[in-house]
């Protein structure tokens, strides 16, 4: 099993540009969760999939759109990217909705706005 | 605001035990306790997690306060592979309830 795998690794974009992160499971997870990493920080919650076909707000949601596509995908869209967007995304599932339950993550995404 | 509180960093030597110490006074009587830890350059990483019991696995120990308002993850013999920065968590039965990942501790090891 690959795990939570995630694309692209490494991404530059000018502000004003958009782009989609990609994030699989093949766990058969029921639930996928996107997270931020600015440097030197904690980990913030953007949005969350509980189940197939139901997404929700997490802490840091702005700026930001997600669609779960499957039960396996759960992408990340930045419609118009800004500097203040510059950050490493993570992508993490578990096996059953809730935030009690361990979360599996993936390697993460690079992002530079410029 | 992170409901837990850690150092932010410490040091040990390599092949000597580890205690890396939590705060969470606010614990309410249904929250887990997670721990993850991140290696440099890579995703979070599922390390333990317990109720009120002391809990073991193959990559450490966590000993549980008896008011559960502190708790200790132990790693019995670090190596340098064990080099990162490890998250204390408190996790809620409430489905509506977030996480909250704080900054962690930056454990480094010493050859």
């Known amino acids: 099993n690959a795990g939570v795998t995630q694309t692209p690794k490494f991404q530059v974009l000018k502000t004003g540009q958009s782009m989609t992160l990609q994030c699989a499971q093949d766990?058969?997870?029921?639930?996928m969760y996107w997270y931020r990493q600015d440097p030197g920080m904690g980990l913030r919650l953007i949005y969350y999939?509980?189940?197939?076909?139901?997404?929700d707000k997490g802490e840091v949601p702005n700026g930001y759109n997600v669609s779960r596509l499957n039960k396996r995908e759960f992408s990340l869209r930045l419609e118009s990217a800004a500097p203040s967007q510059t950050s490493v995304y993570f992508c993490?599932?578990?096996?059953?909705?809730?935030?009690?339950?361990?979360?599996?993550f993936g390697p993460g995404t690079r992002l530079l706005v410029l | 605001d992170a409901k837990t509180t850690q150092p932010n960093s410490m040091e040990s030597n390599e092949e000597e035990p580890v205690h890396l110490p939590c705060n969470h006074s606010?614990?309410?009587?249904?929250?887990?306790i997670h721990w993850y830890r991140q290696l440099p350059s890579q995703g979070p990483e599922y390390v333990i997690h317990?109720?009120?019991s002391n809990v073991n696995n193959r990559m450490a120990s966590l000993a549980i306060a008896e008011d559960r308002k502190s708790s200790t993850l132990i790693l019995h013999r670090a190596t340098l592979r064990d080099a990162a920065v490890y998250y204390c968590?408190?996790?809620?039965?409430?489905?509506?309830?977030?996480?909250?990942f704080g900054k962690g501790t930056r454990l480094h090891i010493l050859p």
């Open positions: 993490a599932s578990t096996p059953l909705q809730g935030f009690q339950e361990t979360q599996y």
């Open positions: 766990m058969n997870h029921n639930s």
């Open positions: 999939s509980a189940s197939e076909g139901t997404t």
């Open positions: 606010t614990i309410s009587g249904t929250d887990y």
């Open positions: 317990g109720l009120t």
């Open positions: 968590i408190l996790t809620s039965r409430n489905r509506d309830d977030k996480i909250i």
